[in-house]
């Protein structure tokens, strides 16, 4: 007489329990992560940021003036700009510093990227650094704001200016259009750029 053995297993409503708990875990878990991640890398654009204007202020002790920016123009040709050079002043968003804070005295060992900058979708090609202009050479350009609003604009942010995307990746509409600056207490996620300025490290000039 042949004997008989039972096996135990899981019914499918059991299953169907433990796929909604492993669901519902991550739906915490995800969300959390990614907020974790935006955290850390507005840590990091914050940090190179000091380490930039280290390297800025440096320059400007030897060289009696702020380094000089280059940018992307409207028809995607990378261009440095020297004051009094050509140079029109359409707006843009790709702003940078160029190798002359590495070259030929480093001042910096290496100019640091946007960490937020890599999904950005601008003129190409794009320059991820983080943006940044000496404000006196950006208002000495053709087309750029002059007397009292120049003086203005000079008196908010002093003589440069740095812009990092922020979470919502779009660099330099929030700060120059809207006044905007990022801030985590609107969630990791909100709109906003990320602005250092020689005057202030959370101001957000409209230029």
Not at 3 to 31: D, M, Q, Y
Not at 36 to 57: G, H, N
Not at 77 to 83: A, G, K, P, Y
Not at 88 to 104: H, R, Y
Request: charged share 15%; aromatic share 8%; glycine share 10%.
């Amino acid at each position: 007489m042949k004997s008989c053995s039972i096996t135990n297993g899981f019914t499918l409503i059991e299953l169907l329990i433990v796929v909604a708990i492993i669901a519902i875990l991550a739906a915490i878990a995800v969300p959390n992560f990614l907020e974790a991640q935006t955290r850390s890398k507005v840590s990091r654009c914050v940090s190179d940021m000091r380490t930039m204007v280290t390297a800025i202020e440096s320059y400007a002790v030897d060289n009696s003036k702020y380094p000089p920016y280059g940018r992307i123009t409207q028809g995607g040709q990378v261009e440095m700009i020297c004051v009094g050079v050509g140079g029109k002043s359409a707006p843009d968003q790709n702003e940078f510093a160029g190798v002359i804070l590495t070259t030929p005295i480093a001042y910096i060992q290496t100019i640091p990227l946007d960490p937020f900058a890599s999904v950005f979708e601008g003129p190409k090609p794009f320059i991820n650094q983080l943006n940044y202009i000496s404000m006196r050479m950006h208002l000495g350009l053709p087309g750029a704001p002059g007397g009292t609003t120049a003086q203005g604009l000079l008196d908010q942010t002093g003589d440069w200016r740095m812009i990092a995307c922020g979470p919502d990746c779009d660099r330099g509409y929030d700060c120059k259009f809207m006044n905007l600056v990022y801030d985590a207490t609107n969630g990791t996620v909100s709109d906003g750029d990320i602005v250092r300025t020689q005057r202030n490290p959370q101001s957000a000039p409209r230029l």
